[in-house]
């Protein structure tokens, strides 16, 4: 998942890839034209990490979220999901023993229109508040995707068995609140409530905080260990890299084919892990001014402190997306892109033609090296 704050891109290719044609074979490039050259300065050429990838030195105003079995893609004001379907006759590509099963299926391809309310009312453009607005965009998008992806797998079982099956608009919605209760209650209820029981022992707010900050980032940190173990999440973690290299590889204004793609690291400065991360930290020095009230006060800060804290998170990911070429921007940054090693994995040729198409599909709407000022008002890009 990649947060991409509002930014013109000069120079940018507009269609780096053009159209989005359906990858039949993720080995061959899509029969698109190469870009133009690219004018840039010599410090936004992509530079090799300690791992010989390549990393993208800026920002383009675009976004991305791993899907079930496909990748989805945001612009500015368009969105698209890609979809690897099942051949007939064969399950979704999952993992086996000592190997992987490739997906044979074709790749379907879907976008929809982006409507920010963002452009329409000028105080959700004010700093912070900003940030609670396009986090919760981001969230309507992202299991939209996820609601659209999963349809096109059932589809595919639908067509062998003859039953209808389809997840409705009223099941994501009870995902949507009951992912969120439990994220709060794991990351802000738990913390605040373990630590008070050992309260009086501490005997000061300092120590309180601190503890509880502790806490609720050792929890947080053992949840992605917990879910990098599970296998049934693999392919999710190889779309998402899948989606970062793709992004990267458009950042740097080189052509969209799997193989370029490929030789751009699996990390990004604006994913979602990073920003989570961000969250627990900001949320230590959001809490200590509160010191220690009563334990429904404690409770009742936690939960109404989640929107300002998500706020905040948001502008200090903006800034550091921005200035991601300074060095002590990269080292405060740093943390962040290794917690990406539990998240993303290395995706294959399929993987990363799946995560063009999607890419593709949105540059074929718009075109965000061309932006004007307008197009850019309210822009937040979160996904």
């Not at 059932?154 to 099941?171: C, K, S």
């Amino acid at each position: 998942m990649s947060w991409t704050p509002a930014a013109r891109v000069p120079g940018t290719p507009a269609e780096p890839g053009g159209a989005a044609p359906a990858v039949a074979d993720a080995g061959q490039a899509p029969a698109t034209a190469d870009p133009p050259a690219l004018a840039r300065a010599p410090e936004w050429a992509p530079r090799a990490d300690g791992d010989g990838y390549l990393s993208a030195q800026r920002d383009a105003p675009l976004g991305g979220q791993a899907v079930i079995e496909g990748v989805m893609m945001r612009g500015v004001r368009n969105w698209a999901v890609a979809v690897r379907k099942p051949s007939p006759g064969q399950q979704p590509a999952r993992e086996q023993e000592g190997s992987r099963e490739p997906p044979r299926g074709e790749i379907e391809v879907r976008s929809f229109p982006l409507r920010s309310a963002q452009r329409r009312h000028r105080v959700l453009r004010l700093p912070i508040v900003r940030g609670v607005v396009a986090l919760g965009g981001s969230l309507a998008i992202g299991f939209r995707a996820l609601e659209v992806s999963a349809n096109a797998q059932l589809a595919v079982a639908e067509q062998e068995d003859g039953q209808e099956q389809e997840i409705t608009r009223g099941m994501w919605a009870g995902t949507v609140v009951v992912a969120l209760g439990l994220a709060v209650v794991l990351f802000f209820l738990i913390p605040v409530g373990l630590t008070s029981l050992i309260k009086h022992q501490l005997g000061s707010s300092l120590l309180f905080w601190l503890v509880e900050g502790g806490v609720r980032t050792g929890i947080f940190l053992g949840y992605l260990v917990l879910l990098s173990r599970v296998r049934d999440l693999r392919r999710v973690f190889e779309y998402h890299g899948a989606e970062h290299k793709t992004i990267s590889c458009y950042e740097a204004g080189i052509a969209l084919t799997p193989v370029n793609c490929s030789r751009f690291s699996r990390l990004h400065p604006r994913c979602g892990t990073s920003f989570l991360l961000v969250v627990m930290i900001v949320a230590i020095f959001v809490f200590a001014p509160i010191g220690l009230p009563a334990w429904y006060w404690l409770f009742a800060t936690r939960i109404l402190g989640v929107p300002l804290i998500a706020g905040i998170s948001f502008e200090l990911i903006k800034f550091a997306g921005k200035n991601r070429r300074r060095g002590w921007v990269r080292a405060l940054m740093w943390p962040g892109m290794k917690l990406q090693l539990l998240t993303t994995r290395e995706p294959d040729l399929d993987e990363l033609a799946v995560a063009i198409s999607a890419l593709q599909a949105v540059l074929a709407l718009e075109k965000p090296g061309e932006l004007s000022a307008e197009d850019l008002v309210g822009l937040e890009v979160v996904a």
